[in-house]
């Protein structure tokens, strides 16, 4: 059991370092290919497939941030099972 929370627990530091790590880098780029395409400064075939790709990259982010709190759940509810399964157990 406590192998199993291990792992959630390390499941979900890993993607919330990588969803804090990136995602604000993924927005800085989207607005810097944002405003390369308004002033003319790159390709609009270039500019759009590159923006397409961030906007994709922000969305997988944003799945990441879902499944980090679906984890959080996972392991709240086991720490409540732990705590009562303890009271269960401690003699009276």
Not at 30 to 36: F, N, R, W
Not at 57 to 66: E, F, M, N, P
């Amino acid at each position: 059991m406590m192998n199993g929370a291990g792992s959630l627990l390390l499941i979900y530091w890993v993607l919330f370092t990588l969803r804090q790590g990136f995602y604000s880098r993924v927005q800085r780029q989207i607005k810097a290919v944002s405003y390369d395409l308004a002033n003319k400064n790159i390709s609009p075939k270039a500019g759009r497939i590159k923006r397409c790709l961030l906007q994709i990259a922000k969305c997988l982010l944003l799945a990441g941030g879902y499944l980090e709190m679906a984890l959080l759940i996972l392991l709240l509810l086991w720490l409540v099972c732990f705590l009562v399964c303890v009271l269960i157990a401690l003699p009276l």
